[in-house]
């Protein structure tokens, strides 16, 4: 088991790799809080760990409301003690291109995937602090590192996330607090399934456009992203502080 007993708290594990990483985190040992927007989808989660024999709770909270994140936190420490690991994975797209943007949309995917990353970590690193431990694991994306069509905002918000990981690395290593950055390429979730459908005639199409890009010749799954996860999470990655890693079937250097 490598994660035996570990606390660890997934934002947006509701669906797609959140969830596939809340699922293998169990099966590792963890003790999961497991947080989305979505109730139904949450607890589905909780349930899915449940049948399996394994440990987990869910809490609503919106990721960008700063009152939400202090109470969740507040909670999954009286429930399951203190947080050994949190992973940042909440995160939603924006498409179009940057003039045809509402500010509206601008506002939404700037707040959820950086603010969301921000308040997480604001409300749970006082007591990594405190304990002199602590692990963290930011959502960025490949999208930080290679340009894309229509999609200026979202990646915006994923280079954002991969300069913050740097810094806050640099300013809670003293504290023995580790914080590193997942860039996955296109992975086969929800996520990916309806911007196929809001961005080409025929979803299909879309698909094989992005399949041509991959070195892999195929999209990854949410499992393969969750097995990356759980090399940062474990001390396998002990010498890992404010990486990047990658997981995009060959996207980034093919
Ligand atoms: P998904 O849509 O399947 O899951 C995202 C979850 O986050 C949903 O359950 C949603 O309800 C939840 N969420 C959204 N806003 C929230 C909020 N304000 N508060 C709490 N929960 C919220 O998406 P996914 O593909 O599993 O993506 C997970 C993360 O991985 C995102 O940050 C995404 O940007 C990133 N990512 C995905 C891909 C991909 O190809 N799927 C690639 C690179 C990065």
């Known amino acids: 088991m490598r994660l035996e007993k570990k ?19 169990a099966a590792e040992g963890a003790k999961l809080i497991i947080n989305d927007l979505s109730k139904e989808d949450g607890e589905a989660t909780v349930q899915a760990i449940r049948e399996e024999g394994g440990e987990a709770i869910f809490i609503q909270a919106d990721v960008t409301k700063a009152d939400e994140v202090e109470a969740m936190i507040n909670e999954a420490t009286d429930k399951l003690g203190a947080i050994d690991v949190l992973f940042n994975n909440a995160g939603i797209s924006g498409v179009g291109p940057l003039h045809e943007l509402s500010e509206e ?88 399934e309806n911007y196929l459908k809001n961005s080409y005639d025929d979803p299909e199409e879309g698909l094989a456009t992005i399949r041509k890009r991959q070195l892999s010749g195929d999209l990854g799954r949410p499992e393969d992203v969750a097995r990356a996860a759980l090399f940062l999470a474990s001390d396998e990655s002990k010498f890992m502080m404010g990486s990047p890693l990658y997981i995009d079937g060959g996207v980034t250097f093919g």
């Open 105 to 192: 949309l601008w506002d939404r995917v700037v707040n959820v995937n950086m603010k969301g990353v921000f308040l997480p970590s604001k409300y749970v690193l006082p007591q990594m602090i405190d304990r002199k431990q602590g692990n963290i694991i930011n959502m960025s994306s490949t999208i930080a590192e290679i340009g894309l069509m229509n999609r200026a905002v979202y990646a915006a918000t994923k280079g954002a996330v991969l300069a913050l990981t740097k810094s806050m690395q640099v300013d809670y290593a003293p504290y023995n607090i580790r914080v590193n950055a997942l860039l996955p390429g296109t992975i086969l979730t929800p996520f990916v």
């Open 7 to 25: 606390v660890v708290l997934i934002t947006g594990s509701g669906s797609g790799i959140g969830r596939s990483t809340a699922k293998l985190f």
